[in-house]
Structure formats: structure tokens, C-alpha cells
């Protein structure tokens, strides 16, 4: 059985990681004068900063160190390692992951690490690193476990609505908006992850009432067109804990789910999305 790893901007937490036996490799996040692990870290309070300061805080990717340590941990585990990484069109993590991979070559010969870009990220980037570990879970090879993967992205969405572009607008992290930026201030952009891993705005609402029919509307139909024999859902936010409750009570009711997890969206991700934003993923169940 491979061993499944993602980094903690996947925003899956501890408890959660620990559950599915998912690794988590930290990123890292710096305000208010200080350089702060993910995995240590009081998610919250990134956000009430962010929300009391002027200020704009910076993020970074695991080391070449936290990479190490992580698939030498696995190796005791298993004989073979899949790291899901955060999209590589923004991180770096994803080349020093394979740099690390090539090092282990002749550390760990014994060892086999495939590094996997999700070409997603937030809830979407959390709940395929969650199918993955499932399926390891259930048993499956290395060899099985890659040839399910393009299936398990394919198969998943995830959609984020944030309360203004001002912050993904300044870290140049979102493609194709330009038209929008004049707007910041009165729509709340819906955005998703398009096939090579960026991110892309789908469409503008007024209030957060509105994106969740959008997403209710686009899951529906999502799950139609699968022929889905269930639904598995991610609800994050960044400090919206209060709504985020009432979109996972909405998904209850309307789609009956085997599972809905609900989390503090990854400190890293919020950085960039802003206080307020919250997002919801989900995987038609075959």
C-alpha cells in the first residue's frame, strides 16, 4: 500500500489528516513580524489580522528539509510515497518536491516518490488529496493508485467566492479578470480551477445568498451528468465559519451526502483570497 502525502495549504486538518492516514508537509505564512508553520499555527488568527492591519501577508512553500523529513517518515510506512502538490502554476513546492525525489534516488533507493500537480487548489486541493489516501486506504498499489488519479480530478470541482479581489488581485494570482478589477468592491467573484491549474473567475454575484444557488445549481448538475451514486463535499472559509455552517446545512438538505467536511480554510490560501471567503468542493461518488 503507497503512502499518500499533501501539503498543509490543502487546508485538511490534523485530525482529519490522521483519520485517512494523509501526511501533511507544512507551508508557511509571515505577519505581524513573525514566520509562522501552518501546522502550528492558530488558523483564525491570520484572519483578524488581516483584517485589523494595512499590512499584506507573505507565504512560502515547503523546504527541501520538510520535504525529507516527510517522505523519510513515509519510507517507514511504505516502500512507496505520492505527494499531491498545490498547483504548480502557484508554488514552487512542486519543483522542490521532484528535486527531493531525485536526491532520495540514491539515499532511499529502495524507495519509490511520485509527485503528483493537482492543478487545483483550496477545498478542491484538500478533497482530492482526500480521495487519494481513501483509495490507499482500501488497499490499492502504487500502480493502481496513479492510474486513478486523473479520474479522481477529473471527477471533482470546487469553486471559491471571495469578498473582493483586492488580495488575489495584488499577488497576481488570478488570470483572465482584468475586467473586474474596476468592480472589487461591489461583487463577490466566483472562482474555479481551470484544466492547467489556474485560477479563473466563472461569475460575479452580489451576495454570499447568491453564490451559494450558483454552487447548489452548478453541483446538481455536476452530479447529473456523472450519473453520481452519492456526493462527498468539502465546506472551508476564511473567518466565515457562521455561513460556511449554513452552506454545509444547505448541502444536507439538498443532496443528502455521505460525507461533508468542514474546515478553516488553510492560512496560506487565505492570505491570498482574503478574510470572509469560503469555498465548497465535491466528488460525484462512482
Known amino acids: 500500500m503507497a503512502k499518500v502525502l499533501t501539503g498543509s495549504v490543502s487546508g485538511v486538518p490534523a485530525e482529519v489528516a ?21 501546522l502550528e499555527m492558530d488558523r483564525g488568527d491570520l484572519y483578524r ?21 516527510a517522505f523519510e517518515r513515509a519510507a517507514q510506512e511504505s516502500p512507496a510515497v505520492i505527494y499531491i502538490c498545490l498547483s504548480s502554476r502557484y508554488s514552487k513546492a512542486y519543483a522542490v518536491a521532484t528535486g527531493v525525489k531525485e536526491e532520495l534516488r540514491t539515499r532511499l533507493p529502495e524507495l519509490t516518490v511520485d509527485i503528483i500537480d493537482s492543478r487545483t487548489g ?12 481513501r483509495l490507499a ?28 479581489l483586492k488580495y488575489l488581485a495584488r499577488g497576481g494570482r488570478i488570470h483572465h479578470a482584468q475586467a473586474w478589477l474596476g468592480s472589487i468592491l461591489r461583487v463577490k467573484p466566483v472562482l474555479t480551477y481551470s484544466e492547467e491549474g489556474e485560477t479563473i473567475p466563472v461569475t460575479r454575484v452580489r451576495t ?16 447529473e451528468e456523472r450519473k453520481a451514486t452519492g456526493v462527498r463535499f468539502v465546506v472551508d472559509d476564511a473567518d466565515n465559519a457562521e455561513w460556511a455552517e449554513e452552506v454545509r446545512e444547505r448541502l444536507e ?34
Not at 454570499?208 to 452530479?223: D, P, S, T, Y
Request: net charge negative; proline share 6%; aromatic share 12%.
Open 253 to 286: 438538505r439538498e443532496f443528502a451526502p455521505e460525507e461533508i467536511l468542514r474546515w478553516t480554510m488553510s492560512p496560506v490560501v487565505g492570505a491570498h483570497v482574503g478574510p470572509g471567503s469560503w469555498g465548497v468542493a465535491w466528488y460525484p461518488v462512482p
Open 122 to 133: 483550496a477545498a478542491g486541493h484538500g478533497l482530492v488529496a482526500l480521495e487519494m489516501a
Open 49 to 69: 489580522w488581516m483584517r485589523e492591519s494595512t499590512g499584506f501577508p507573505t507565504t512560502s512553500q515547503p523546504t527541501r528539509e520538510d520535504f525529507l523529513a
Open 18 to 38: 490522521e483519520r485517512f492516514g494523509l501526511g501533511l508537509v507544512p507551508y508557511y505564512v509571515t505577519y505581524a513580524g513573525k514566520t509562522w508553520n501552518e
Open 137 to 164: 486506504q482500501q488497499g490499492l498499489s502504487r500502480e493502481e493508485l496513479l492510474g486513478r488519479w486523473e479520474e479522481v480530478r477529473a471527477r471533482s470541482r470546487c469553486f471559491v467566492v471571495l469578498d473582493t
Open 208 to 223: 454570499a445568498a447568491q453564490g451559494l444557488e450558483f454552487i447548489v445549481e452548478e453541483a446538481r448538475r455536476h452530479l
